[in-house]
């Protein structure tokens, strides 16, 4: 199991009391058509199926054999390749006691004519017909053994899962056994309370999640709840987070107008992977939502491409522009913090960019020793970036002299997967790596750069890590054991003696780290490592 992506969603964005989900009629009609068309596509396939297999042992058998082993020998004299299947003389519905039926069947123990005619007639045949005493009620309501009232449970069901406004959303892109799902975690600040609210179940291996609070359905008309998921496939799909159970993402860009057809009909088309303009031909890596321009999303992608969405748009699912400034995979992006048209941009071709989306002709590079993992603007210096790479280095560049980098952090010995800046504390940046350790760095003084805490967070390696947008001393961090914890900075004298100038954490009540509760080990401070 693992954890590829984690984002935050702010305090107050997510809708207090969720909808769930329930399909229209139309959406009904268009199910049970393609189910219908997915079920005759077998059907007619298996004739050729069957016609191959009888082939294939026709000409087995005309082919002379090697004497039979002893073992052979005893599977076809007892005939054990067919010991699993079923007798056809068996009833597994009958009375119970083994014996003829007196009121149906005849002295011989044949089944009457009329019953013979019932039992092979109509193919639509209730299967509960020959068991006896079973009795139907119209509805809930005239079954007297129902006595609860689903309306009521469904009310008191989505009242345990209302969002307070002073509740964290955390998503977390998760797979275990090739099964995928963003699982939404609601986190309790005040409380240490950390747990799954609800799941969002996906059709491949996430790869990248971004959070937008923009109203895909409204055009923009007011603000919602909304995660944008990059995954294997070329594909992003756009789902609605105030609506538990769906089954359907909200919009997918690059695919079908309809999201229900991602249903498919049993014959997928695979996508040719020449490049194109409109969409992607290979995996998701990366996502930017533009939140100065709202209805912008940004992806880039294993194809070098990097694509452009307007989802204001009447055909949001195709994207208005694509550049290939990256000779390799697009591995990460981000867009300036206050010039809005301005996107950062890095791949596994050892390279950084910087240009303007209006006129991309004129690119800014920034050569890197090694293949990029993350990159990030610096809030409060919107002219700086961080960008990690693959061979355990951090650095951080002024657009405006791209040759030299303003400093340069040894910060892991293994690949940099995990990098945030805060927004709210000048110069504290959160690094993870592939060697399990979670480091926070003072990077305020470029020409002193201090690793303030150093830990492993039992969250294997880490493969995310992420500042709360509203409290600049709690960070998320997720990896490969598949698990999430918070980490609460206030209690960590090192990080405390930095940023709020006192060393003494005697004051703090709260947990310094939070996981699951059913993760023992993200209750066990003890068995965090630290290395300050």
């Not at 935050?8 to 009609?29: D, H, I, M, N």
Request: aromatic share 6%; glycine share 8%.
């Amino acid at each position: 199991m693992t954890i590829s992506s984690i984002v935050w969603v702010p305090k107050g964005a997510a809708k207090e009391t969720p909808t769930r989900f329930q399909l229209s009629e139309t959406e009904y009609e268009s199910i049970q058509s393609k189910i219908a068309t997915h079920i005759k596509d077998i059907k007619d396939e298996q004739p050729a199926a069957a016609s191959t297999i009888t082939s294939t042992k026709a000409a087995s058998n005309a082919t002379p054999t090697a004497a039979l082993t002893e073992e052979e020998a005893v599977i076809k004299e007892f005939d054990l390749d067919n010991y699993d299947n079923e007798d056809d003389n068996v009833d597994f519905m009958g009375d119970g006691e083994g014996g003829d039926d007196d009121d149906s069947d005849d002295d011989n123990g044949n089944m009457s004519a009329e019953e013979g005619e019932e039992e092979t007639g109509n193919d639509s045949t209730n299967m509960f017909a020959s068991v006896k005493g079973l009795t139907y009620h119209d509805g809930d309501s005239a079954d007297p053994y129902v006595t609860l009232d689903d309306s009521v449970n469904e009310a008191e069901e989505l009242e345990e899962m209302m969002v307070a406004p002073s509740d964290n959303l955390i998503l977390a892109a998760r797979t275990e056994d090739d099964i995928s799902h963003i699982e939404v975690y609601l986190y309790e600040g005040e409380e240490d309370n950390l747990f799954v609210h609800h799941d969002i179940m996906l059709p491949s291996f996430p790869l990248c999640l971004e959070w937008m609070n923009y109203d895909i359905e409204g055009k923009g008309q007011g603000k919602r709840s909304f995660v944008a998921v990059g995954t294997f496939d070329p594909e992003i799909e756009i789902w609605d987070l105030d609506v538990i159970d769906a089954s359907y993402p909200t919009l997918i860009l690059g695919g079908s107008t309809n999201p229900t057809e991602a249903l498919g009909t049993g014959k997928k088309k695979r996508r040719s992977k020449k490049p194109s303009d409109q969409y992607h031909v290979d995996a998701v890596m990366c996502l930017a939502w533009n939140k100065m321009h709202p209805s912008l999303l940004a992806s880039g992608s294993a194809d070098t491409t990097i694509k452009l969405w307007d989802l204001s748009s009447s055909t949001p699912e195709v994207a208005i522009r694509s550049f290939t400034n990256h000779k390799a995979k697009v591995q990460g992006l981000a867009w300036n913090p206050s010039q809005g048209q301005v996107l950062l941009s890095g791949g596994y071709d050892k390279q950084s960019h910087i240009f303007d989306t209006r006129t991309p002709a004129s690119v800014l590079s920034f050569k890197l020793t090694a293949d990029v993992e993350c990159l990030k603007w610096d809030p409060l210096h919107p002219e700086r970036f961080l960008v990690s790479t693959e061979d355990g280095i951090v650095k951080c560049f002024d657009g405006r002299s791209p040759k030299t980098p303003v400093f340069t952090i040894h910060a892991h010995d293994g690949a940099v997967s995990a990098l945030d800046v805060s927004s709210r504390v000048d110069g504290l940046v959160v690094t993870g790596s592939t060697d399990k350790a979670t480091k926070v760095w003072s990077t305020k003084d470029a020409t002193a750069i201090k690793c303030l805490a150093s830990r492993d967070l039992q969250v294997g390696k880490v493969y995310s890590a992420a500042f709360s947008p509203d409290d600049d001393m709690v960070v998320g961090v997720a990896g490969g054991a598949g698990k999430m914890m918070v980490w609460n900075l206030e209690g960590n004298a090192s990080v405390r003696r930095v940023v709020r100038g006192v060393d003494d954490t005697s004051d703090v009540k709260r947990k310094e780290f939070t996981g699951v509760e059913d993760d023992k080990e993200g209750d066990s401070e003890d068995e965090m490592d630290e290395d300050d």
